[in-house]
């Protein structure tokens, strides 16, 4: 049961694999196999309430010697959002990407990464957690490599160097852990580490933790390679990756935080705090000083990274709320930019915000779709960014923390302007150059995609009033791990 | 380097090294070994292979199919973790085991070894395909 997230797109890899040579198979099973994952991730949902957690062992071995899956609310919430992307960049991958990467591979690596993705997730161990990390480089690096284009292979250096050096922490950190602690089980070294002072190594090894998942969630100072990678594959790859890879970077500091980082309240929260004011401040630096529409919301990812760290760092219920609602609000609102970005390339031709103009005139539609998700990336009401940006306000004022939550507000400010700044120059201004490489047919499945995308986050938006339950719920449980322990190592006084 | 020596070699190590690649997937359940050495042996089988004839000739040879194994790999491998849910175990990968006896001798098997099968092929295969991508490129 737990584990169907991971079986179904591995299962779909082995089908996709036997359907190689028929692109309307290819394309009919990746669309069936994330419709499975969302049934299977709205049911691990619906079972958690009335259980809080739900655990499920690999093999049947028991808890600390066995792999084990454990899902609270919040990897439930993340995959049902996950799935529900996917659905998205599916459908509009299908609209969207050349023929070529369509029957190069381009769905079967859709699937390696949601596997990727969903498992580390799920999983209970930190050995295991770094598998699927790999996992998701992997496929993600074949993903960016895609197609060859002199720009990708170059970027794709960059991504793969950058990657690689995290993982090798990560490995170091995993090991520094087990000669220390004996276990990798990620209950059963929380409850070790609180039954008395860990040793000081065990300290480092969650240094290099926080690093080595700092690279792979793009905070400052590791940011660079995402700025310098992502623009470079078509968008519609872009666009998946920004509701997937960092995302998952974040959800696993969070986990982390809640685990072993809480114990160290007087060191952690304000390393986390400067990292996150640094990352709001220079990715929105950057993104304010760019000209190319896929540059600009890569800058972004970035900057947004920051707001969850904030999060993270203020761990109240209030906060770690906001924290959740805006990884999830980001996965939606971010992939639906970077899709009617790419409708905009599909007309125009051009990302350049200097050569673009007029879309309001002749594609309103198109600029409504753009519309909603960038105002949600500001904070608008009744965006799901208003909400998420008032619960971290909300908490950051509550707790007295100024500093961090003034940034936070004129950052604000500014991913306004920046957003302004597209629409101002791809919708308003008139057009320099009258294109005409331009308004091809575009396919059906890529607005469709886009539709399905910006509909989330509208939705997401609208219905706050209920599934904030659901975030706050997910908040509590992170704030007391010993019910994650409990839940996994039933024995534990 | 296409050498006469090589050529007999390679057309002589091949079926060996095949062989060889079963025996060390084997004996990796309590020695060392298991699928993954083995499956890089069964590439290299194709590799060397490829060395002395050509990408072209290799790309000819029966078990050729790269792609194929792979996606039978991951298949089988998945498989092995769904035996034990058959049997009525409340996990995926649950083990279970039965003994073959041919006489005296008997061969230990489960459902470890199915999925080091499966690890073996995608193994095999994905080496074959990196390589063989890499020197048609040489050339």
């Known amino acids: 049961m737990l584990f169907l997230p991971v079986l179904i797109p591995l299962i779909s890899i082995v089908l996709l694999i036997g359907f190689r040579h028929s692109l309307k198979y290819q394309q009919g099973l990746s669309i069936v196999s994330v419709f499975a994952q969302l049934f299977a991730a709205v049911s691990i949902l619906l079972k958690l309430s009335g259980n809080g957690h739900l655990v499920?062992?690999?093999?049947?071995?028991?808890?600390?010697?066995?792999?084990g899956f454990v899902a609270d609310y919040t990897s439930g919430l993340l995959l049902l959002a996950v799935s529900l992307v996917a659905i998205g960049s599916v459908i509009y991958s299908i609209g969207f990407v050349d023929f070529d990467r369509q029957k190069n591979g381009l769905?079967?690596?859709?699937?390696?990464?949601?596997?990727?993705?969903?498992?580390?997730?799920?999983?209970?161990?930190?050995?295991?957690?770094?598998?699927?990390?790999?996992?998701?480089v992997i496929s993600s690096f074949v993903l960016i490599t895609l197609g060859s284009e002199k720009l990708q292979l170059r970027a794709s250096v960059k991504y793969l160097v950058m990657n690689l050096i995290g993982s090798m922490l990560f490995v170091a950190a995993i090991g520094l852990l087990y000669s220390q602690m004996g276990t990798l089980n990620m209950a059963d070294l929380a409850y070790k580490v609180r039954l008395q002072p860990a040793p000081p190594l065990v300290n480092s090894a969650i240094m290099l933790f926080f690093i080595a998942f700092g690279i792979k969630a793009a905070v400052f100072p590791f940011f660079f390679w995402l700025p310098a990678s992502y623009p470079t594959p078509p968008i519609a790859v872009t666009a998946f990756f920004g509701a997937t890879l960092t995302k998952v970077g974040v959800y696993v500091m969070l986990r982390f935080y809640s685990m072993f980082a809480q114990l160290d309240v007087a060191f952690w929260q304000p390393v986390i705090f400067v990292v996150a004011g640094l990352t709001m401040v220079f990715g929105v630096l950057m993104a304010a000083s760019s000209y190319d529409i896929r540059k600009i919301?890569?800058?972004?990812?970035?900057?947004?990274?920051?707001?969850?760290?904030?999060?993270?760092?203020?761990?109240?219920?209030?906060?770690?709320?906001?924290?959740?609602?805006?990884?999830?609000h980001n996965m939606f609102s971010k992939t639906a930019t970077f899709m009617a970005g790419g409708l905009i390339y599909l007309y125009k031709g051009s990302y350049d915000l200097k050569k673009l103009g007029w879309i309001y005139k002749t594609k309103p539609l198109l600029a409504f779709l753009f519309l909603i998700p960038a105002l949600s990336l500001a904070g608008i009401p009744p965006?799901?960014?208003?909400?998420?940006?008032?619960?971290?306000?909300?908490?950051?004022?509550?707790?007295?923390?100024?500093?961090?939550?003034?940034?936070?507000?004129?950052?604000?400010?500014?991913?306004?302007?920046?957003?302004?700044?597209?629409?101002?120059?791809?919708?308003?201004?008139?057009?320099?150059?009258?294109?005409?490489?331009?308004?091809?047919k575009v396919h059906p499945a890529a607005w469709m995609g886009t539709f399905i995308v910006v509909l989330l986050t509208l939705f997401l938006g609208l219905t706050i009033g209920y599934t904030y339950d659901y975030f706050a719920e997910a908040a509590r449980q992170l704030l007391d791990p010993m019910s994650y322990i409990k839940a996994v190592l039933p024995e534990t006084p | 380097m296409k050498t006469e020596i090589l050529k007999i070699a390679a057309a002589h190590l091949k079926p060996f090294l095949l062989i060889l690649s079963l025996v060390v997937l084997y004996r990796g359940h309590n020695e060392p070994g298991g699928g993954f050495i083995a499956g890089l042996l069964a590439g290299m089988a194709y590799?060397?292979?490829?060395?002395?004839?050509?990408v072209g000739k290799a790309k000819q040879l029966r078990l050729a199919k790269p792609m194929f194994f792979m996606g039978l790999g991951i298949g089988i491998a998945l498989f092995s973790g769904m035996i034990g849910l058959m049997n009525g175990a409340e996990s995926i990968f649950t083990g279970v085991w039965t003994t073959l006896t041919f006489g005296t001798y008997s061969l230990k098997l489960g459902t470890p070894l199915l999925f080091d099968l499966g690890v073996y092929l995608t193994v095999a295969g994905m080496l074959v395909k990196i390589i063989f991508t890499v020197m048609e490129e040489d050339v």
């Open chain 2, 47 to 54: 590799v060397i292979y490829a060395g002395a004839f050509g």
């Open chain 1, 56 to 67: 499920a062992q690999a093999g049947g071995w028991p808890a600390p010697f066995g792999i």
């Open chain 1, 383 to 440: 965006t799901p960014g208003f909400f998420g940006k008032f619960l971290l306000l909300y908490a950051g004022f509550d707790g007295a923390h100024w500093s961090i939550t003034i940034v936070a507000l004129v950052v604000s400010i500014l991913t306004l302007f920046s957003m302004v700044k597209i629409w101002n120059e791809a919708m308003w201004k008139p057009e320099k150059i009258t294109a005409d490489l331009v308004a091809k």
């Open chain 1, 107 to 136: 769905f079967l690596l859709y699937q390696g990464l949601l596997a990727g993705v969903n498992g580390a997730l799920l999983t209970g161990d930190i050995f295991n957690l770094y598998v699927w990390f790999e996992v998701m």
């Open chain 1, 297 to 328: 919301l890569s800058f972004h990812i970035v900057s947004q990274i920051g707001y969850m760290l904030m999060g993270i760092g203020l761990f109240s219920v209030v906060g770690l709320a906001g924290a959740i609602l805006f990884i999830v």
